[in-house]
């Protein structure tokens, strides 16, 4: 199964298509679609990864913020 937002990528790259094969056969990709495919994966996981990253600060944010509160005197 192809992903079409690779084949759409792939068809626009015009003149650098030349320089992205070149870049994914130095890195061992048997293919370009398998060399998109790697970097939207990894794009994908930063994101998510920036994104649980957030949550755990809000989160911390949260308690500090309920812990200050609970001293009475304030």
Known sequence: M???EII???KNLKGRRAYEEKKASKLDFTSLYAY????????KKAEE???KELEET????NIK???KKSCGCC
Do not use: A, R
């Open 8 to 10: 759409q990528i792939i």
């Open 49 to 51: 990864d920036i994104k």
């Open 2 to 4: 192809e992903n079409q």
């Open 65 to 67: 913020s309920k812990q």
């Open 58 to 61: 809000k989160i911390e944010n």
């Open 36 to 43: 998109f495919e790697d970097k939207i994966l990894k794009k």
